[in-house]
């Protein structure tokens, strides 16, 4: 099993940060790979459980299940159904935790997967620092960071 | 309930902020609250359930127990076990996390108490500000490399030299050389310490150094290897020792048969509550050397045969109770019944005396003609032949020790009879620094704190008479260890 951790800090506090990443419809507004993203059967997109489908910039789709969701903890879980990367079993998790000093976030994306061993450097390498580097630092340029 | 949660980020690597906060005994070197800190028992700090007691700067007493450590983690847990600040069951948590963008580290400090009704607000701002952020700041300043706020050590020494008596030898030879001597123990300089000694070992690497076998000092000096005792004072950059805590050492330089001593700090370790001083100066460095000799000359393997000579001595009984506890099957090689009783109660399974049938005929009759695999020989030219054959093919021959005399010339050749191995390890090179020295005595105080080894107290005497000591040493006459005290009225 692949694992990647991407860490960053973000400059607002984390109930500012949260109100944007919390919702799981709202990538397209603060992520720079995504072009569309909607919610399968009209669910609330805060319903642990709900389906969100993706159209990439690329054009590519994706589909991930939101597994859990808690406005306590700053901490956002999902897993792919499916999509263009050839991973199985891929479940990642964004967290936020307030960083005291400062009034800054810390801000934490980790996933782990499964993949054919020649497959795994890029795999890693694309996620970690295409995907969620790419959404921290479009975060950071919004934030501050 | 009162919940208290800091956070920072501090700009290096996840490795560096850990390396300094896992010490849970380390925080009085960095610390500004802390003033003093050490590990009841004197175990490990990093062992799970290790409690530390703090003094800290503004004179409380604070004992706090590691309640888990996790490397993987990079965190800790701890709680307040007793403390004369009203903090009630007090829990808390330091977590580092790595900050991938741009190497750097995030680290949170968080705990939940209870405090005396109305005090809430006090003392959370006492643990989030004294004490949470505080230790961010000097870390910040620790690690970021910006230095300058680090709490300057507690002691500066002042005053002259203080007089003490050494026995010291002004040429190689006999015991006869051995005489008292005034001796000045200098302030300490930056690295150094001064201690007061309260017990000392004799070994016999005394005896070698005393006859010139070993070159590990030069006459004139003081011999000794090892002491226990207590702080005076300390020299500048010192950080973990201070005044008034007991201590101990065992390696060189030669100079220990002394009742005051300036010394290199690096080289003094504190000492656990459950270790008395006579203890201390009768097992650290036999207790070394055990160590080095089981765990690093040879990796001793259970289920090995292992011959050890001299197995009531000081560093045999040490041996036998070790090997036995590692699961090797002992014999000791002595001369008397009454060796022979405690070799047995150290563990050996077998003890050869002197009769009709070699030494190396007994071995192989003990061992269905196999012979011993490892040998520890401190005997020397009286026992050198007869262990290269009472080895097992491709054993393993450590010869520590030459007390009945040097071995002399041996054609390597005759080894190949059974492709012997032969190591004459020195205790210097395996101690010469603090590195070696902290990973020997940790092993050493955990077999001592789990009672594998015992160790036992032989004769005293006074300082002044060490050369009784030695003859006694040469002629064979101890058992268990030998120690020199420092008379009362000594300076």
Request: charged residues 25%.
């Amino acid at each position: 099993m692949a694992e990647v951790y991407t860490s960053s800090v973000i400059g607002a506090p984390a109930e500012r940060v949260w109100a944007v990443i919390r919702d799981f419809n709202g990538l397209p507004e603060w992520h720079p790979a995504i072009a569309e993203s909607r919610i399968e059967g009209g669910a609330p997109p805060d319903q642990v459980g709900c389906v969100r489908a993706f159209r990439l910039k690329d054009g590519g789709h994706i589909r991930e299940r939101l597994l859990a969701l808690s406005d306590y903890d700053y901490s956002c879980t999902y897993a792919i159904l499916e999509s263009p990367m050839g991973v199985e079993n891929y479940v990642a998790t964004l967290k936020l935790t307030p960083i005291t000093d400062g009034g800054r976030s810390f801000a934490e994306w980790s996933a782990a997967f499964d993949c054919p061993p020649e497959r795994e450097a890029e795999l890693v390498a694309t996620i970690g620092q295409g995907v969620f580097q790419g959404g921290f630092d479009s975060l950071k340029s919004r934030f501050g960071g | 309930m009162v919940s208290v949660r800091r956070s920072t980020v501090i700009d290096a690597p996840i490795a560096a902020v850990w390396e300094v906060l896992r010490d849970f005994n380390g925080h009085d070197r960095w610390h500004p609250a802390v003033d003093r800190s050490r590990v009841e028992g004197g175990g490990r700090s990093d062992r799970v359930g290790a409690v530390r007691d703090f003094v800290l700067t503004g004179g409380e007493r604070l004992r706090e127990r590691l309640l888990a450590l996790s490397d993987k983690e990079h965190s800790f847990r701890y709680s307040i076990v007793e403390s004369e600040i009203p903090l009630q069951n007090y829990v808390a948590e330091v977590s580092l996390k790595p900050v991938t963008d741009g190497d750097r580290t995030f680290w949170s400090w968080s705990s939940r108490f209870e405090t005396p009704a109305g005090r809430e607000r006090e003392l959370a701002a006492l643990v989030a500000e004294g004490v949470y952020e505080a230790g961010f700041e000097a870390i910040r300043d620790r690690v970021e490399g910006r230095g300058g706020t680090l709490p300057a050590p507690a002691v500066a020494p002042a005053g002259d030299a203080i007089e003490g008596l050494a026995m010291v030898i002004d040429r190689h030879g006999g015991p006869e050389e051995l005489h008292p001597a005034r001796v000045a123990a200098t302030v300490p300089g930056p690295g150094q310490v001064r201690l007061r000694q309260t017990a000392i070992g004799v070994n016999f690497i005394d005896v070698y150094c005393r006859t010139g076998c070993f070159d590990l000092m030069t006459p004139p000096g003081a011999l000794g290897m090892e002491a226990a005792g207590v702080v005076i004072d300390v020299g500048p950059s010192v950080r973990h020792l201070s005044p008034g805590q007991r201590v101990a050492y065992a390696c060189p330089p030669v100079g220990a048969y002394a009742t005051r001593r300036t010394m290199d700090a690096a080289l003094v370790l504190p000492l656990p509550d459950g270790i008395d001083d006579e203890t201390a100066a009768a097992g650290l460095l036999k207790g070394m050397t055990a160590e080095f000799l089981l765990h690093r000359v040879h990796r001793l393997q259970g289920g090995e045969t292992v011959l050890v000579y001299a197995p009531a001595g000081g560093v045999g009984r040490l041996l036998c109770q070790w090997a036995k506890h590692l699961g090797a099957t002992v014999i000791g090689a002595t001369s008397s019944e009454a060796k022979a009783r405690i070799a047995r109660a150290a563990g050996a399974d077998h003890v050869i005396l002197p009769g009709r049938e070699s030494l190396e005929a007994q071995v192989r009759a003990l061992t269905g003609g196999r012979g011993a695999e490892v040998i520890y020989d401190a005997v020397g030219r009286d026992s050198f032949a007869h262990s290269v054959a009472a080895l097992a093919d491709c054993g393993h021959l450590v010869s520590f020790g030459q007390a009945s005399g040097p071995i002399g010339a041996w054609d390597i050749g005759a080894l190949a009879s059974n492709s012997a191995t032969i190591s004459r390890p020195n205790f210097g090179h395996y101690t010469d620094t603090p590195e070696k020295v902290a990973a020997i005595t940790g092993r050493l105080f955990e077999a001592i704190e789990r009672r594998i080894l015992s160790v036992e107290v032989g004769r005293r005497y006074p300082l002044t008479e060490a050369a009784a000591a030695h003859r006694a040493l040469e002629g064979r006459e101890t058992t268990a260890s030998t120690i020199l005290i420092p008379e009362e009225d000594s300076p």
